[in-house]
T-cell receptor
Framework: QKEVEQDPGPLSVPEGAIVSLNCTYSNSAFQYFMWYRQYSRKGPELLMYTYSSGNKEDGRFTAQVDKSSKYISLFIRDSQPSDSATYLCAMKGGSYIPTFGRGTSLIVHP | DADVTQTPRNRITKTGKRIMLECSQTKGHDRMYWYRQDPGLGLRLIYYSFDVKDINKGEISDGYSVSRQAQAKFSLSLESAIPNQTALYFC???????????FGPGTRLTVT
């Protein structure tokens, strides 16, 4: 079992839908929880990060961490075609090396 | 200018050839990383370096070697390329906290 599990999708939704992307993990030492976005033919870019538990909101994006369930989520409200990308979750604990999920491919169609 | 640059961007090579992928960064970070990305497998760490004198193997280092020529430069070599090394290769850099990694644009490598 990998330390971080993420469904690769693809997830296809209509424009304006609420999107929920999720990851589970097994290492209870993880303290930083990140979401990266990767457009086709580009490198990943950090979208949001959360330290420890709780929620964080940035515009249409909300990141949630539930450490008791070892489950993190990224919600995208009012999804747009420009949100079409691969979303990778990543986590790190005391080590300086993040562990990445496999990424979920999201397609938002007009 | 991009913070992290990679050369070449695309490369086709034959089995058994030696190939070097180069990475440069202008972020001023000490930490640099090499990953490969394969469909369905996500990002896998090949090597990482915390400073010029520090090199560490990652999850999948067999068949690869690296050189940290300077704080800003980190090269990845395939000594004798094989077809299952066909993948997208990314260089990244981060500060000491490590949660935000800055990725280069990637090198698409095909080994025939």
């Amino acid at each position: 079992q990998k330390e971080v599990e993420q469904d690769p999708g693809p997830l296809s939704v209509p424009e304006g839908a609420i999107v929920s992307l999720n990851c589970t993990y097994s290492n209870s030492a993880f303290q930083y929880f990140m979401w990266y976005r990767q457009y086709s033919r580009k490198g990943p870019e950090l979208l949001m990060y959360t330290y420890s538990s709780g929620n964080k909101e940035d515009g249409r994006f909300t990141a949630q961490v539930d450490k008791s369930s070892k489950y993190i989520s990224l919600f995208i409200r009012d999804s747009q075609p420009s949100d079409s990308a691969t979303y990778l979750c990543a986590m790190k604990g005391g080590s300086y090396i993040p562990t990445f999920g496999r990424g979920t491919s999201l397609i938002v169609h007009p | 200018d991009a913070d992290v640059t990679q050369t070449p961007r695309n490369r086709i090579t034959k089995t058994g050839k030696r190939i070097m992928l180069e990475c440069s960064q202008t972020k001023g970070h000490d930490r640099m990383y090499w990953y490969r990305q394969d469909p369905g497998l996500g990002l896998r760490l090949i090597y990482y370096s915390f400073d010029v004198k520090d090199i560490n193997k990652g999850e999948i280092s067999d068949g690869y070697s690296v050189s940290r020529q300077a704080q800003a430069k980190f090269s990845l070599s395939l000594e004798s390329a094989i077809p299952n090394q066909t993948a997208l290769y990314f260089c990244a850099t981060s500060d000491y906290q490590g949660y935000e990694q800055y990725f280069g644009p990637g090198t698409r490598l095909t080994v025939t």
